[in-house]
């Protein structure tokens, strides 16, 4: 039987996917890259906004085309819209034959095989926010030199317009026991990267009794041989200590780089999201992390039309942004979630208000991106390799985060994907580098 599978979503959901792949292949089943030439189609999910919601019953109104006039005989729906709609979901697709909740992940193979078998559809369900789940053995679905390590699952943080923890569950570290063999595993397999995530990872060992949890964590990755880079992704204002930034700006292999997801600048729109981070918090942060490491890349996610958003409160988000100077910035509009405390709010932002103030805010970074690159055009910069072809390389210097940042473009380079070379910034392209490769 041959089973192919689909990834959506966020960095997470990867892991998901590998570890299911993992399971189906050790089951003794074919994988296919190519869905609509399997049997059953697996589609991975992520439901966190509306956005992604769309995308995935998009996915699988596709696969289940491929349903009546194909090969394919079976279409299973796993992941975190699962999770959130449980068997309504088959109310709001045609052609699912079975729903598969977070807590059911390792089990993937056996409900591959139910399924094929089963004329009933069926959903598999079991509450997934107690379990820490054990994330070794993945069938990697990207390059091997460099992978995503997730460190805890769930959050803590109620903000007022987030699904993740009604989706996720509480928040939960996994062990030392687990993460460490893990990355060790990941290496050997050749990563010289890894991408430290989870949905808050400043508080890594809270619940279980763990203090500077993230510092005591990073400093045992840091002695694992081989490997190369360590990059930390989702870290909140609130959680990022001194102790924390002491350890990044005397560390070789912990890269100056964080993605610190602000939301908002203004008092009243941040205790309106029950974030728990003020103004004057986030600026201190930013000023003391670059008096640490003037060469640090910051990264951050905001959310434009929050509910009761006012023309000078946004006008002050803009102004943060010219002042902060992000060297990448993400911007969403406003999704009011059902369930969220912030789809009920008055005040809601019309659509068109809301597209207005995002592209506002992204042009505006637009600016700061491009010159900032132009700044560094003539400067040398250690990359990483991601892929090579008879024209260029694709590759990376430590500002850079895989999949969500731009790219470093590499003339007449030489090396091979995994490698981590010196290059000179030549140029730029838009919101890449070019750069060539410096020979010894």
């Given at each position: ?50 956005p ?29 819209l ?24 390792d ?9 094929m078998?089963s ?5 598999y ?31 803590d ?13 509480r ?33 890594y ?8 949890g ?26 990022i200590?001194?102790?924390l ?24 729109i ?14 201190r ?12 890349v910051l ?66 970074q ?28 694709i ?23 995994g ?11 838009d ?10």
């Amino acid at each position: 039987m041959v089973v192919g599978l689909i990834s959506l979503g966020c960095a997470k959901n990867v892991v998901d996917s590998e570890r299911m792949l993992a399971e189906i292949a050790q089951a003794g089943y074919l994988l296919s890259s190519e869905p609509a030439e399997a049997d059953v189609v697996v589609v991975n999910t992520c439901g966190f906004i509306e956005p992604a919601i769309c995308e995935a019953l998009e996915t699988i109104k596709e696969v289940a085309g491929y349903k009546s006039k194909g090969k394919v005989k079976k279409l299973i729906v796993a992941g975190c819209l699962s999770e959130r709609f449980g068997r309504s979901l088959f109310d709001r697709a045609e052609g699912i034959d079975a729903v598969v909740g977070l807590g059911q992940r390792d089990n993937i193979a056996d409900i591959v095989k139910k399924t094929m078998v089963s004329g009933q559809r069926e959903a598999y369900m079991e509450p997934s926010g107690r379990l820490v789940s054990d994330d070794r053995v993945r069938l990697r679905i990207g390059p091997n030199h460099w992978s995503y390590l997730r460190i805890s699952q769930g959050c803590d943080h109620r903000c007022s317009f987030c699904t993740i923890p009604a989706i996720r569950g509480r928040f939960r570290s996994k062990p030392l026991s687990l993460v460490l063999p893990e990355a060790n595993e990941l290496v050997s397999a050749g990563a010289v990267e890894l991408n430290i995530i989870g949905q808050d990872t400043t508080c890594y060992g809270r619940d279980i009794n763990i203090t500077d949890g993230l510092t005591k964590l990073l400093s045992k990755l840091a002695e694992i041989p081989d490997l190369g880079w360590i990059r930390l992704l989702y870290l909140y204002p609130q959680g990022i200590t001194d102790t924390l930034i002491e350890l990044l700006a005397g560390s070789e292999k912990i890269v100056h780089y964080m993605d610190i997801p602000v939301q908002h600048i203004n008092n009243e729109i941040l205790k309106s999201m029950r974030r728990s981070d003020t103004s004057e918090s986030i600026c201190r942060l930013i000023e003391r992390l670059r008096k640490a490491m003037p060469d640090i890349v910051l990264r951050t996610t905001l959310i434009a039309g929050f509910p009761g958003e006012s023309g000078r409160q946004f006008e002050q988000l803009v102004d943060f942004v010219k002042w902060a100077r992000f060297d990448a910035l993400g911007c969403f509009k406003f999704y009011p979630e059902s369930g969220t405390i912030a789809a009920e709010m008055p005040g809601q932002v019309s659509n068109d208000v809301k597209q207005q103030r995002l592209e506002e805010v992204m042009l505006t970074q637009q600016e700061i991106a491009f010159s900032k690159n132009k700044a560094r055009v003539g400067s040398r910069l250690r990359c990483l390799v991601d892929s090579v072809d008879i024209y260029c390389g694709i590759g990376r210097f430590y500002g850079q985060a895989p999949e969500i940042d731009s790219i470093s473009i590499i003339r007449n380079c030489s090396a091979k994907a995994g490698d981590f070379i010196d290059v000179e910034v030549t140029g730029t392209e838009d919101y890449d580098l070019v750069v060539r490769q410096i020979r010894s």
